[in-house]
C-alpha cells in the first residue's frame, strides 16, 4: 500500500513519489533498521506538520514511536539524532502531499483460527494456567468477545460457518467431505470481488479442499492444501502442519504478494488433540499438555502478528482470531469434542482488532455467535451483503448501541457416523436446552456447569426452544445426499486425526438411535484406538477397541476398526471375521466390505473376497483399488472373461495405472489375446525399461504371436533386468 503520492519541484527537477517510499530511501541511506509502520507514522505525521518551520515541535512526537520501536530511550534518542535532517527535508518536501486528495483505501482483512481452543483457557478470558500473550495484546488493541458461540463442535463445518456466515444446516456442510454449495457465497469471493489478494494456510487436512474439505478454497487466489502423496509417515507433513509452519507459510507468501488489500485466513491446528507441544512448551507445560499447545499456538500468533507489524500491515488492517470450538477434557465425559453441544465445547474466544486504534480494549460480554463473524465484515468494509446470513453484523454492539444477547444454536451431525442421534441446542435467556433423545434444560445462572437437567416437557421455556428448532429445520435447504463412503486415503486420515470413518447413510431416523449421553464412554474409546493406531500401538488400539466390545458386540465402528487394525496387523483371517461382522450391522458400508474383501483375499478365501468386492461396488462403483483387487481375485479364480472386464473398467478409472495394465496384459495371453496383450505391454516397454515383468509378459505375447525372435530379445531383458535386482 503506497501512502499519499507526492509531486514537488522542491529537489529542482519534476519526479512523483509517495512519502513513504521516500522515507524509506532515506532510511536505507543511513542504514536506519526502521520498519514499515514507523515510516508511515513519519509520513503521516510529516504530512501534518508541512507547517512547522521548528524542528522541535516535529521531533518531539517523533521520540515515542521511536521508543516503542526500539524498546528503549537512548536508542530512540541516537534514532531522533540521526533522522532529524530527514525530519526537517521531509517536513518541506511533504508539503503538497497533502493537498492531493487520497482516497481511503480498504484495510486488509486477516482470518487467524484456532483449532479446539476453549475460551477459558486463554489468558485474557481470566485463565491463569497458560500464557498467551499474543492474543492478549490483540484483545488490548481491539475488542473481546467474552460469550462468543460456534454452533458446531467440528472443524470443517464450524469453520464453514465462520467462511459464510450460516448455521451448519443452512450451509450443509454437515459432515467431512461433503462439499460446500456454490449458492454459498464466502468471504474469500465476497472480498475477492472487492479486489482483494486472497489466500489460505491450513494446519491440518481435515481442512484440506482437495479431500475432506471440498469447496472451502473458492474465492482463494492460494489455498495451501496437503500434499497428495506426503514423503513422510510422521503426523507432521501428512495429517498436520506446526502453527510455526503455517504462520511462516502465511509470511511466505505475503512477503511474495505485498499488493494490498489481502484478506488471509490462518488456521492454527496445535491444540487439537493429541497434545504434543513441542519444546519448550512440553516441559513448561509438562501435566497439561492441551495448555502447552496453546501456548505454542499463541507464540506462532505472535509471528505472524510481528511480521504484521514489520510490514505495516497490522496497525491498518482489520484482525478477526477465533477459536473453532473447545474441548471437553472429560466435561460430562466427553474427551475431545464433536458429539456434544455442552458449553466445553461451543464456548470459543473472539477477538477483533479494528484499523488505527478505534475500541482498543473494549470487552462485549452480549451473548453472539460465530455466524455474526462476516456479517460485521461485510458491515464494516461496506460490501454488498449476501441474500441471506444466518448471523448479524456485529457493529451494534461496537457501536455501544445494542447489547442484547443473541439466540446461539448449536447443531452437531457428527453423532451419526457412529450411528447414534445428532443433537440440537437453543443457548439464550439464561438457559440451554439440548434436543436429544432424552432432553436437557439447564439453568445456567445456576448452573453453568450445565450438570443439573432441568426438563421438563410441559416447561414454556422447552416448548418455545422446541418450536424454534422445528421451525429452524422446517427453514433448513433439503439435505443433499451424501456419498459417505470416502476414499480409502481420506479415511486414513480422519482416522489419523481422530474422527470416525464409518458411514453415516447407514443410520436410521434421529428419534430410534441411541442417545450419545449412553455411549460417549464408546467415542471416548474409539477415539483412544484411532490415535493409537496411527501411532502404530496396535496393541493399545486392539485393547481400546475390545472394551468397546465389551460395552456393545454390535457396534459397527469398533468392528470396522478392528477389522482395519488386524489388516494392518496382518491378521488376515482375524480381519476378515471382524468386517464381516460389521457389515452384518451395517450392509451399506461399502468401504467395509472392501477391506473384507481385501483381507478374505489375503486369507486364500477368493470366493469370499469376490462376493465382498462385488457387493462393495455395487454400493460405490468407482472405487479404483476395489475394481484392481477384483479383477486380481477373479484371475486368481481362472475366470479370465470377469477378470478382463474388472480391469478394464479400473484402467477406466485410472489409465495410466501399472499395476492394472500389467494384470490385464496377463489375462490377455492367458485368454489367447496377444495381438492386444503386445499392444499393451510394448508402450510399458519403452516407459518402464527397468521394469522386467514388462519384458516377461512381452515375451510370453510374442511368443503367442509366432515372433520367436522378439520374443527371445524381450525374455533375455526379463532375465538382464531380474540379474541386475
Ligand atoms: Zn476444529
Excluded at 453423532?415 to 436446552?433: H, I
Amino acid at each position: 500500500m503506497e501512502g499519499p503520492a507526492l509531486r514537488t519541484h522542491d529537489f529542482g527537477f519534476r519526479f512523483t513519489l509517495s512519502v513513504e517510499a521516500m522515507c524509506r530511501c532515506f532510511f536505507d541511506k543511513l542504514k536506519f533498521p526502521v520498519n514499515l509502520t514507523t515510516m508511515r507514522h513519519y509520513s503521516a505525521f510529516f504530512a501534518l506538520k508541512r507547517t512547522e518551520r521548528s524542528t522541535g515541535p516535529v521531533l518531539l512526537p517523533v521520540i515515542f514511536p521511536l521508543h516503542r520501536e526500539f524498546g528503549g530511550l537512548s536508542l530512540a534518542w541516537t534514532a531522533m539524532v540521526r533522522i532529524s535532517t530527514l525530519a526537517i527535508c521531509c517536513a518541506a518536501a511533504v508539503s503538497a502531499a497533502a493537498q492531493v486528495p487520497s482516497q481511503r483505501p480498504m484495510p486488509d482483512v486477516f482470518l487467524i483460527t484456532i483449532d479446539t481452543l476453549r475460551a477459558d483457557h486463554v489468558h485474557c478470558y481470566g485463565y491463569e494456567n497458560v500464557e498467551t500473550p499474543a492474543l492478549d495484546s490483540l484483545a488490548r488493541d481491539g475488542i473481546r468477545f467474552t460469550h462468543a458461540f460456534t454452533p458446531s463442535p467440528i472443524t470443517n463445518t464450524s469453520h464453514t460457518t465462520i467462511l459464510t456466515g450460516l448455521l451448519p444446516s443452512s450451509h450443509g456442510v454437515t459432515d467431512f467431505a461433503l462439499p460446500l454449495a456454490d449458492s454459498h457465497p464466502t468471504w474469500a469471493e465476497l472480498l475477492k470481488q472487492k479486489g482483494y489478494h486472497t489466500a489460505a494456510f491450513i494446519g491440518a487436512v481435515i481442512l484440506d479442499s482437495k479431500s475432506l474439505a471440498p469447496g472451502l478454497d473458492r474465492g482463494f487466489d492460494f489455498y495451501d492444501n496437503f500434499p497428495a502423496h506426503p514423503q513422510t509417515r510422521a503426523r507432521w507433513g501428512r495429517v498436520e502442519r506446526r502453527a510455526m509452519d503455517v504462520a511462516q507459510h502465511a509470511n511466505n507468501w505475503l512477503t511474495a504478494h505485498p499488493a494490498s488489500p489481502h484478506f488471509v485466513w490462518v488456521h492454527l491446528y496445535d491444540p487439537h488433540d493429541p497434545y504434543e507441544p513441542p519444546a519448550p512448551y512440553d516441559q513448561k507445560y509438562k501435566g497439561h499438555p492441551y495448555d502447552g499447545e496453546i501456548a505454542y499456538a499463541d507464540s506462532a500468533l505472535a509471528k505472524f502478528l510481528s511480521f504484521l507489524k514489520l510490514r505495516g500491515w497490522y496497525q491498518n488492517s482489520i484482525i478477526v482470531v477465533v477459536g473453532d470450538h473447545g474441548e471437553g477434557l472429560k466435561e460430562h465425559n466427553e474427551a475431545t469434542h464433536g458429539i456434544f453441544l455442552y458449553d466445553s465445547t461451543i464456548h470459543v474466544p473472539l477477538i477483533m482488532k479494528l484499523p488505527g486504534r478505534s475500541q482498543t480494549g473494549k470487552v462485549i460480554e452480549s451473548q453472539v455467535r460465530t455466524t455474526d463473524i462476516l456479517p460485521t465484515m461485510i458491515d464494516l468494509l461496506k460490501i454488498p451483503a449476501p441474500a441471506h446470513f444466518d448471523g448479524e453484523s456485529l457493529k451494534t454492539y461496537l457501536d455501544g448501541t445494542d447489547n442484547v444477547d443473541r439466540i446461539a444454536i448449536g447443531e452437531t451431525d457428527y453423532p451419526l457416523r457412529f450411528g447414534w442421534a445428532p443433537l440440537r441446542s437453543v443457548r439464550a435467556e439464561g438457559v440451554k436446552f439440548i434436543q436429544a433423545p432424552h432432553p436437557e434444560l439447564y439453568n445456567l445462572r445456576t448452573d453453568p456447569g450445565e450438570l443439573k437437567n432441568s426438563y421438563q416437557p410441559s416447561d414454556p421455556t422447552v416448548q418455545k426452544f422446541q418450536a424454534l428448532l422445528s421451525d429452524l429445520k422446517a427453514k433448513a435447504p433439503p439435505k443433499t445426499a451424501s456419498d459417505a463412503s470416502l476414499p480409502q486415503s481420506a479415511t486414513t486420515s480422519l482416522n489419523a486425526l481422530g474422527y470416525a470413518n464409518s458411514d453415516r447413510k447407514n443410520s436410521g431416523a434421529p428419534a430410534d438411535l441411541p442417545d450419545p449421553k449412553d455411549k460417549i464412554e464408546e467415542q471416548n474409546l474409539l477415539h483412544t484406538a484411532m490415535i493409537a493406531s496411527d501411532d502404530n500401538r496396535l496393541g493399545e488400539a486392539r485393547a481400546a477397541l475390545e472394551k468397546v466390545l465389551a460395552l456393545d458386540d454390535k457396534s459397527p465402528t469398533a468392528l470396522r476398526q478392528l477389522g482395519e487394525l488386524e489388516l494392518q496387523a496382518g491378521d488376515y483371517t482375524k480381519a476378515a471375521e471382524h468386517l464381516q461382522r460389521a457389515l452384518k450391522v451395517r450392509p451399506n458400508d461399502a468401504t467395509a466390505a472392501f477391506e473384507a474383501g481385501q483381507a478374505l483375499q489375503k486369507s486364500g478365501n477368493l470366493p469370499g473376497a469376490r462376493d465382498a468386492l462385488e457387493s462393495s461396488l455395487k454400493l460405490m462403483p468407482g472405487q479404483f483399488p476395489a475394481r484392481l483387487l477384483l479383477g486380481q481375485v477373479y484371475v486368481g479364480l481362472k475366470d479370465t472373461k470377469n477378470a478382463q472386464d474388472q480391469l478394464e473398467a479400473a484402467l477406466l478409472l485410472q489409465p495410466n495405472d501399472v499395476e492394472a495394465q500389467l494384470a490385464l496384459a496377463q489375462v490377455q495371453i492367458a485368454s489367447g489375446n496377444f495381438a492386444e496383450a503386445v499392444q499393451q505391454l510394448e508402450p510399458l516397454s519403452k516407459s518402464r525399461t527397468a521394469d522386467a515383468k514388462v519384458f516377461e509378459l512381452l515375451s510370453q505375447a510374442y511368443s503367442g504371436q509366432g515372433k520367436l525372435q522378439e520374443a527371445r530379445q524381450a525374455e533375455m531383458a526379463a532375465k538382464r533386468l531380474k540379474k541386475n535386482d
